[in-house]
Structures are given as structure tokens and as C-alpha cells.
């Protein structure tokens, strides 16, 4: 068949054009990520009250008409939106445009046709046990690898296709040849690449790379405290309260000051004068004796001896704890 050569725009024949396969890779993964306890609460609601059926006897047949059901419903959303739309033209549309959404409101629909009695009251709907009792099982599903998650994300691939009417998750390029697709499938901000990162396995739309690398728990960092680490984004919380010294602490002397960790000694000795004063008034204003007094101007005196060694965590540990007890 000839085809002619200009482009004419949406007048070209749709049957005979190759559409370009790539998809937002993570809004397929979240979409997957909903279907578990999506087949979860239609299994839970559709068994409860039932001394005979528990949810993993039903799975397996629900699991093939809830596919089915939001497949098919999937298919035929564009058509249905503009029907519904046209019918009412006065009210703006209403019709959701986010794909997670509109797959939720799918499986609502299926799972409202498969509930028992009990499924249907509304105090079971909204109960706490029923919210355990869809996480067990879809615990359950996950541990016995009931559907796993490469099917699910097959099955995401089409939902989010046939919803995504902003095409906003999925590349809506066509073309008339293998060729003229395969040079487009090269330069498609959809197509997937490896995240960078070492260690991370993701897969990722170079559209939606940025996003990732902001993200990613793999990705090395400069210490958020600025002290001269460098580490993964997701040891760097514990690493700030734990470990940094540069991380903020309070003079354990009991002035208003607060510094990094790592210039207590130089606080310490900048201030040895301020501090002591402050323990004698706290210790005459306690009554303490003249021989706590000479004690712990002996602690004081050490621990301003120290400070031209390197301060361990221990040392000053000891300090803290001794004069918290006078305080
Ligand atoms: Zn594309
Ligand atoms: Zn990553
Ligand atoms: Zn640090
Ligand atoms: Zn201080």
C-alpha cells in the first residue's frame, strides 16, 4: 500500500500505524503495586460471615473476573467518557483524569457486585478488623507469591494505556513503519533506562529520571550536616543523629548554647570560666557542701585538661553524667 508522503495528521488510516510501546514505568509499577489489595478486600468482603470459604478459596476465580472486569472496562473508558460527557453537557465533566484513580474506582465497582451480606454493611466497610484482615492477606498473596508483581505490571501496562487519556504515563507516537518507529522508540522520553546508581535495579523513563535520582535510595550524598562524609540517601537520616559530628548538641554545661557535636572541646574551653561560675551558683543555690565543691572543681579542671586530646564519645559521656547529676 502507498502512503503518502506529507503527514496528514489524524486523517491517516489508525488501523495500519505502529504505536510506540513505551509507558511511565513507575506509574505502571504503582499501578501494579494497587491491584494486590484491590483482589484483596473483593476476596476478604465477598468471605466474611462464611464458615466455610476463607479468602485464598476464592482467589483465584476472583482474581480472573476482576482482571477481566477492569480490563474491559478500560477498554471502552474513552468511549464511555464521552458519552457520559455529552449527556451532560451543563454539568462540567467530572470524569477523573489520573489513572490510579480511575482504576480504583474500577475495582470498587467490581468488588461492590461481589460482597456478601455482612460485605455490605457499612460498619464491616469501614472497620479496622476488615482493614487487617485485607493487609493478612495480602501478606498472605505476597509470601506465597500468589500474583506476582511482573504479571500484575503486564496487566498495569494496558489499564494504564487504555486510561491515560492525557497521555501522560504512556507515549501516544504512531508511525507507518518499523523503521520510522524503531528511530523514534531511540530518542521516546518514555523508554526505560537503568538507574544510575549503583545498586539500584529500577528501570526508569528518562522523562521521569529526574524525578528518581531525587529520590532514589541508592543515590550517594554529601552529609546534609556538611561534615565531610559521603553517603546513601537512605543512611544519611541515622548517620545525622547518630554518628555526624557535626550533628547539634547542647552545652552539657548548662549554658544556652548548642553547637556541633565536634566543637565541644572548644566551647568547653572558650567557656571554662562562664561554666564554672554557673555550677557554683547552682551548687550554693542547692546547698551542697564544701566537699562536693572541691570535687567537682576537680572534674572541671580535668576536663579542661583534656581538651588537647582527641575527645571520645566515652569521655564525654562521663562528663555529661557527672555534672547532669549535680544540676
Ligand atoms: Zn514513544
Ligand atoms: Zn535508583
Ligand atoms: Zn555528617
Ligand atoms: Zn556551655
Redesign the pocket.
Known amino acids: 500500500m502507498e502512503l503518502p508522503i506529507a503527514d496528514p495528521g489524524t486523517e491517516r488510516g489508525e488501523g495500519i500505524l505502529l504505536q510506540c510501546p513505551y509507558c511511565d514505568s513507575e506509574a505502571m509499577h504503582k499501578l501494579a503495586q494497587l491491584l494486590l489489595p484491590g483482589l484483596a478486600a473483593v476476596c476478604v468482603d465477598s468471605t466474611t460471615g462464611d464458615l466455610f470459604r476463607k479468602p485464598s478459596h476464592v482467589a483465584v476465580e476472583l482474581r480472573k473476573e476482576m482482571v477481566d472486569y477492569i480490563t474491559q472496562r478500560s477498554d471502552t473508558f474513552i468511549a464511555d467518557a464521552l458519552i457520559e460527557s455529552e449527556a451532560n453537557q451543563e454539568t462540567e465533566n467530572e470524569m477523573p483524569e489520573d489513572p490510579f484513580e480511575i482504576v480504583s474506582i474500577f475495582m470498587d465497582d467490581f468488588s461492590r457486585t461481589k460482597r456478601n451480606i455482612i460485605g455490605h454493611v457499612s460498619g464491616w466497610l469501614l472497620s479496622d478488623s476488615r482493614e487487617d484482615k485485607i493487609d493478612e492477606f495480602v501478606q498472605e498473596m505476597d509470601m506465597t507469591r500468589f500474583w506476582p508483581l511482573d504479571r500484575r505490571e503486564a496487566i498495569a501496562e494496558v489499564l494504564l494505556k487504555n486510561v491515560d487519556i492525557k497521555t501522560k504515563f504512556h507515549c501516544p507516537e504512531k508511525y507507518e513503519n518499523e523503521e520510522r518507529l524503531a528511530d523514534h522508540k531511540e530518542q521516546c522520553t518514555f523508554r526505560p533506562v537503568a538507574c544510575p546508581n549503583v545498586g539500584c535495579r529500577a528501570k526508569v523513563s528518562v522523562r521521569c529520571m529526574k524525578d528518581h535520582d531525587a529520590a532514589c535510595p541508592l543515590k550517594v550524598l554529601q552529609c546534609e550536616q556538611s561534615c565531610e562524609k559521603c553517603l546513601l540517601r537512605r543512611d544519611m537520616d541515622r548517620h545525622c543523629v547518630t554518628v555526624c559530628p557535626m550533628r547539634p548538641m547542647k552545652?552539657p554545661?548548662g549554658?544556652d548554647?548548642s553547637f556541633p557535636e565536634r566543637d565541644l572541646e572548644k566551647?568547653s574551653s572558650e567557656?571554662l570560666q562562664?561554666?564554672l561560675l554557673k555550677v557554683l551558683k547552682v551548687i550554693h543555690e542547692k546547698g551542697h557542701s564544701e566537699e562536693d565543691l572541691k570535687e567537682l572543681a576537680e572534674k572541671l579542671e580535668k576536663y579542661n585538661l583534656a581538651r588537647d586530646k582527641p575527645i571520645t564519645p566515652m569521655f564525654r559521656d562521663t562528663a555529661t553524667m557527672t555534672l547532669g547529676c549535680i544540676f
Open positions: 552545652c554545661f549554658c548554647s566551647h567557656f562562664a561554666h
